[in-house]
């Protein structure tokens, strides 16, 4: 449970410990109880505020924070900001009852290396907290080229890629239509085109994704 101090995981597995900040408390012991019911996963610490999320997260290594936008004393966007420079290495995770259309770009500027609804279900929270790296590299291989993308835009961008669509894409990765659908928005964007073909072709070019068969 939060707050209880650390707990030994089995030796084989690293263990992630993670920082939950959700103003709703039912909310956060259910899902601090979710947490700590993985062999690899710790809910280390619980707050229901900014300023005890910030005071938690000095005060608390941790590997990620999930984090509400809705607080009773601030944003959770500017939470997730001071969590970047606090932690720059912690996998920043906005979960939100209220996925409006253009939150995820903002969460995304703000330093959130993923957005999800609440509606989605546990095992997307799970593979999000898990999924903390890029897809390694060969070593002394050039950086690549094009936009930066979170990991979960990344996911998105290669099952576009493959040919799947909005409805398909979130059956694979266990997000929501509506998740996607902001996905989508923000690498539109951050490629600086129109359309989700513009997005896959121009992709394609830099070397970021392979083609599946629909775009050859």
């Known amino acids: 449970m939060a707050d209880a101090g650390p707990k030994s995981p089995p030796s084989h597995t690293p263990r992630r410990d ?17 947490l700590d019911a993985e062999p690899d996963l710790c809910c280390v610490a619980v707050a229901n505020s900014a300023q005890e999320g910030l005071a938690k997260a000095a005060a608390y290594a941790f590997d990620a924070a999930i ?6 004393d601030g944003g ?10 606090l932690r720059p290495s912690a996998k920043l995770i906005v979960l939100t009852g209220h996925a409006r259309p253009g939150l995820a770009e903002l969460a995304d500027r703000a330093g959130a290396d993923a957005f999800l609804p609440k ?20 070593p002394g291989a050039p950086p690549p080229s094009g936009p930066r993308l979170t990991a979960r835009e ?43 073909l513009d997005v896959v072709i121009e ?6 994704v392979g083609l599946g068969e629909r775009f050859r």
């Open 154 to 196: 990344h996911d998105v961008l290669t099952q576009l890629a493959a040919g799947a669509d909005a409805r398909q894409i979130a059956q694979g990765l266990g997000l929501s239509v509506h998740t996607v659908r902001d996905h989508l928005k923000a690498i539109r964007k951050k490629f600086g085109v129109h359309s989700q």
């Open 18 to 34: 993670i920082l939950l900040i959700d103003d709703h408390r039912v909310f956060t012991d259910l899902l601090a109880f979710a």
């Open 119 to 138: 509606d989605d279900p546990l095992r997307a929270v799970l593979a999000v907290v898990r999924d903390t790296a890029p897809a390694p590299t060969s």
């Open 76 to 85: 959770g966007l500017g939470v997730i900001a001071k969590l970047r420079v």
């Open 67 to 72: 984090v509400d936008l809705e607080l009773p």
């Open 203 to 208: 992709a394609g070019r830099l070397g970021m």
